[in-house]
């Protein structure tokens, strides 16, 4: 099953508890506007290059729109044969070619959820440019960010949708989103979150999901009268959110038992060196060849034996395939979508409790908001100021999606959905557009 198809059957079970009439439901899962626009650049050779770009805004019942642009191969848009042969005619152009983008129109749904777990005034939007990156130079990411920025300039805005940076962007990819729209709109900071401090990004942002984590964790195990210390964690995926996540919870007293990266999987039963992980993996670009652990299979971390397991990489990696295998007794998502609907009906009857993304995560776009809030107020705040609010947010989130657990008797994953459902409901009804 994949991420749009898991999405959907999500929340079609979260309105079924809800006792939603059919149209509001319609209403509610399509998206309320998709944009595919060619963004056509010189390359440094001076050959032309033409990529496609898009965007998927999903709800705006709640507030402006709100999600991460990627850059990525599989971010793209099918060519039709008669299409394939115009552009390849044109031999100065290239044309990237790939596969259709199920997973960003799941991304934004699952944004409008997320958002609204969060009780912050925002619905959701995902989008992106099919490009691999790491081909493209720094001037041909710039032409090409600048480019499609032209192209949707208008239909994105501080109050009408605000871009973040997500996969293969980042905090100079939204200054050149925040310039090149600038100059359409004057300057206007909160357009983009996920920006450089110099230009109104708000400090504590880079550690904000993984700083989630943390916050969401000590919640779960505070409900079941445990503390982060003392706790066996595996982490899989140590990018942003994997590191900050395990720095600040071995910060915490926890113990990282295993770590892995696209480089490679390290164990070490007596706790891993965070702090020299980290310097290790800033000078050799991966945790592979850090001599404080033992080398293991990659594809073994998630079934290592532990308290906590915090899948913070891609989606799907916990399936039906391994989901017998893991031997955690929590499961935190740091992941967008890391736990198949197949493996969640397995652990869920071996008694593994899973803390699922829409609120294990949401500290990234949680402090985003803030992020825009001090754009919009031209007031910036401290880093304290920002990492106690986050933690307030998320500490209320997971009391109201307890709230909603017991109200529905359903499992935390239901909780939350149906807590983001029935908000983004309740606004869409008192706006008048369910009917």
């Known amino acids: ?47 032309l290059a033409s990529f496609i770009g898009f965007r998927v805004q999903h709800d705006n019942a709640r507030g402006p729109m709100k999600g991460g642009i990627r850059y990525h191969p599989e ?26 983008p199920d997973e960003v129109n799941a991304l934004a749904q699952l944004m409008t959820w997320k958002t609204a777990v969060a009780k912050i005034p925002y619905g959701g939007a ?3 440019i099919g490009c691999d990156p790491s081909e493209l130079s720094i001037s041909e990411l710039e032409r090409l960010t600048r480019v499609f920025t032209q192209k949707i300039h208008d239909l994105i805005g501080i109050h009408t949708d605000v871009p973040a940076p997500d996969m293969g962007t980042g ?31 708000s400090l504590g942002r880079d550690a904000a999901t993984g ?13 079941h009268g445990k503390s982060i210390s003392g706790q066996r964690f595996v982490i899989q995926g140590f990018g942003n959110v994997g590191s900050w996540a395990a720095k600040l919870i071995n910060e915490k007293g926890g113990k990282i038992v295993a770590v892995s990266d696209v480089t490679g999987a390290i164990k070490n039963k007596n706790g891993i060196d965070i702090s ?48 017998n295998e893991i031997k955690a007794k929590f499961i935190i998502e740091g992941a967008n979508h890391p736990t198949d609907p197949e493996a969640d009906e397995i652990l869920r009857k071996k008694g593994v409790v899973i803390l699922p993304d829409i609120y294990a995560n949401s500290g990234g776009v949680t402090v985003s908001y803030f992020e825009w809030v001090q754009n919009i107020q031209g007031f910036m705040w401290e880093e304290e100021k920002v990492n106690k609010e986050l933690q307030n947010y998320m500490t209320r989130g997971f009391k109201d999606l307890k709230e909603m657990c017991k109200t529905h008797s359903c499992d935390l994953r239901m909780g939350a959905f149906t807590l983001g459902v029935n908000r983004v409901a309740q606004a869409t009804v008192i706006r008048g557009w369910g009917s």
């Open 75 to 100: 971010v793209c848009f099918h060519f039709k044969p008669k299409q394939l042969q115009f552009w390849s005619a044109l031999n100065r152009i290239s044309v990237i070619l790939q596969v259709e």
């Open 171 to 201: 905090p100079q990819t939204m200054a050149w989103i925040l310039d090149e729209y600038s100059k359409f709109h004057g300057h206007s900071p909160a357009v983009v979150t996920g920006k450089p401090i110099d230009l109104g990004g």
């Open 1 to 47: 099953m994949n991420a749009l198809a898991a999405t959907n059957r999500n929340f079609k079970l979260a309105s079924r508890l809800l006792g939603l009439d059919s149209k509001l439901e319609k209403s509610l899962l399509i998206p309320f506007r998709e944009i595919k626009v060619e963004c056509t650049i010189p390359k440094d050779d001076g050959t």
């Open 211 to 223: 700083r989630g984590v943390l916050f969401a964790t000590e919640a779960l195990l505070n409900e």
């Open 126 to 128: 995902k989008g992106g």
């Open 276 to 323: 020299g992980l980290l310097e290790h993996t800033e000078e050799n670009r991966g945790i592979k060849g850090f001599d404080g652990a033992d080398s293991i299979d990659p594809d073994s971390v998630l079934a290592e034996d532990c308290d906590v397991l915090v899948p913070a990489a891609l989606g799907g990696v916990i399936n039906r395939e391994n989901a």
